[in-house]
Antibody, heavy 117, light 109 residues
């Protein structure tokens, strides 16, 4: 069974750094693009970026380029999303997703990030 | 950048009725369009891909149609569990680019 299991909810202060994770199982982790989708409170879905764990090829949405870093460690089948300096506007649910031919066929359970002073 | 515009923003219907949701692309995406359903407190799930193919386990009352710039998701007879938010997504420049529509909320009348 394919699973994407994300790390737990985080509460941070503005300016702090954060790295959240997503562990894939039940499939060949290096053979599918993995990505991150943001959903701000009460809002729609936003594509942030993707990584191909097989060769670490990483692409970003222009809206998120320079704002976050996406990485992966294929030895432990885990993808990451990190911020160097959080802002209140980063408060959102973040979903880890698996892409199959450009479609999202599996979603993680989501990681809620709250940034507040 | 391809922009997807969904209409209506909110659709109010009763169980048993037929629902028709629209997604319009700012330029042609061929048949590279998907639909997702999101219920409160849950992650979205894939309903339709490549404009008209149902994903695994999706009931036959859900169908998709269209190509180019105009797409439709139809739910033939609404069940209580179908009231949710629906998003379209295109992948015409995959990888890496995908975009989502802003969503249509399907609510009980």
């Amino acid at each position: 069974e394919v699973q994407l299991v994300q790390s737990g909810a985080e509460v941070k202060k503005p300016g702090e750094s954060l790295k959240i994770s997503c562990k894939g199982s039940g499939y060949s982790f290096t053979s599918y693009w993995i990505g991150w989708v943001r959903q701000m409170p009460g809002k729609g879905l936003e594509w942030m970026g993707i990584i191909y764990p097989g060769d670490s090829d990483t692409r970003y949405s222009p809206s998120f380029q320079g704002q976050v870093t996406i990485s992966a460690d294929k030895s432990i089948s885990t993808a990451y999303l990190q911020w160097s300096s959080l802002k209140a506007s980063d408060t959102a649910m973040y979903y880890c997703v698996r892409y199959s031919a450009g479609w999202i066929d599996y979603w993680g359970q989501g990681t809620l990030v709250t940034v507040s002073s | 950048e391809i922009v997807l515009t969904q209409s209506p923003a909110t659709l109010s219907l009763s169980p048993g009725e037929r629902a028709t949701l629209s997604c319009r692309a700012s330029q042609s995406v061929s048949s590279y369009l998907a639909w997702y359903q999101q219920k409160p407190g849950q992650a979205p799930r894939l309903l339709i891909y490549d404009a008209s193919n149902r994903a695994t386990g999706i009931p036959a009352r859900f169908s998709g149609s269209g190509s180019g710039t105009d797409f439709t998701l139809t739910i033939s007879s609404l069940e209580p569990e179908d009231f949710a938010v629906y998003y379209c997504q295109q992948r015409s420049n995959w990888p890496p680019v995908i975009t989502f529509g802003q969503g249509t909320r399907l609510e009980i009348k």
